[in-house]
């Protein structure tokens, strides 16, 4: 059954409110995107009262009519952009205000002859515009680049500026070429295709910041809360993907001496210092281009990818003595070493659990010869045979 077009602003002005009372339930949920879903609401909500004022822009004298009805759906798509810009911090309000004095003052120049004329081409160039923009602030967004859901608003959105741009540019010409009759045929697609947008758009921002949201959900959980590295699950997750690419790897475990009495003497504060202040030492010296992690307590372990067991041990060597040369606390008196175990991928271990279990027996080795050392896994001494 074919719909009127009364029927069709119909459903896009019920879509746009209930995308905007979906995006206005999941603002409070979501206190980090506050602004951003805030702003969305605020972009369905204008562009319903847009479509609503379209209904009836025939009803205000000259021009009037046809461009309010615009500029508020223009509005509505810039609030659109401008929640898309607030996800990476940017901001584009002056910009959108001159775009619409700009808009406003090219149908300030339109008599009511033209009004129709204006409305159906001219007027589209400025919301394709405007949702290009926002397809391509979507698609190079640092913040967003990681989730698996970003291609879909980036094609909802530049689905909609293409056939605004067609509408402006390419529909002006096959009119020329067929005449008027093709313009009801415009306007019903026009509103089939908003009503798509309407009910596209919302859903797939709100999945957007959703997957954001299990995204550092996921990154907490895989984080030591104290020192700011990964956590064990990390490490067994992570580490695990990094061997499977590498043939050459080694790992290194630390162990902080004698940690127990510094927490004894200082106070459990002042030994979370020394945590905090070993993980920096360790990871400015070790660098970003491997896995290094508390496993838990005062043990830690650093994945070394592309690093064999000799370039492996100046770097445990490095991280041990510039921690042993640092003063640690708030006062600036509490001095702490580390013991180091290292073992290397072939010949300790071919997988990341064995590794880290012959690293661990290097680590005790380097403990009962006196602490702040590193020291090579050993193999495993042969049962011998009953």
Not at 123 to 138: D, E, F, K, Q
Not at 146 to 169: D, E, M, N, Q, W
Not at 245 to 263: G, M, R
Not at 353 to 372: F, I, V
Request: contains cysteine.
């Amino acid at each position: 059954m074919q719909l009127d077009l009364l029927t069709l602003y119909g459903l896009a002005i019920g879509t746009l409110l209930v995308g905007a009372g979906m995006t206005l339930w999941e603002r409070q949920a979501r206190a980090e995107r506050s602004a951003e879903l805030g702003t969305w609401a605020a972009g369905y909500a204008v562009l319903a009262v847009g479509c609503g004022l379209a209904i009836g822009r025939t009803h205000l004298p000259g021009a009037i009519g046809w461009a309010l009805s615009n500029l508020v759906i223009l509005s509505g798509y810039l609030l659109v952009l401008n929640g898309v810009e607030r996800l990476d911090g940017h901001r584009y309000a002056r910009k959108s205000v001159a775009l619409l004095l700009f808009v406003a003052v090219a149908w300030a120049s339109v008599g009511s002859d033209a009004r129709s004329i204006f409305w159906n081409y001219c007027s589209a160039l400025p919301i394709a515009l405007v949702c290009g923009l926002t397809a391509w602030r979507l698609a190079r967004s640092h913040t967003l680049r990681p989730l698996r859901s970003l291609p879909i608003p980036v094609a909802i959105a530049g689905g909609h500026a293409l056939f605004y741009a067609f509408r402006a540019l390419v529909l002006p010409v096959l009119a020329s070429i067929y005449g008027d009759e093709i313009l009801p045929s415009l306007a019903e697609a026009t509103l089939y295709e908003g009503v798509l947008y309407s009910m596209a758009m919302p859903m797939a921002l709100l999945a957007l910041v959703r997957e954001e949201a299990q995204a550092k959900l996921l990154a907490i959980s895989r984080t030591d809360f104290l020192t700011g590295l990964g956590n064990r699950q990390r490490f067994f997750e992570d580490g695990a993907a990094m061997l499977t690419d590498s043939t050459c790897a080694s790992l290194l475990a630390f162990d902080l001496d004698h940690f127990k009495s510094i927490n004894d003497r200082y106070g459990h504060a002042a030994g979370d210092q020394v945590l905090k202040s070993f993980a920096a030492i360790a990871q400015e010296t070790i660098g970003s281009r491997t896995l290094l992690v508390r496993l838990g307590g005062e043990e830690f372990a650093a994945l070394l990818p592309g690093q064999n067991g000799s370039r492996a041990s100046e770097i445990g060597e490095a991280v041990a003595r510039r921690f042993a040369g640092t003063v640690h606390g708030e006062s600036g008196n509490i001095r702490a070493t580390v013991s180091v175990g290292l073992a290397e991928l072939g010949a300790d271990g071919v997988d990341l659990p064995s590794l880290l279990s012959a690293a661990d027996r290097a680590l005790y080795s380097a403990k009962a010869l006196g602490r702040n050392r590193i020291e090579f896994a050993r193999p495993l001494p042969l049962l011998a045979s009953a």
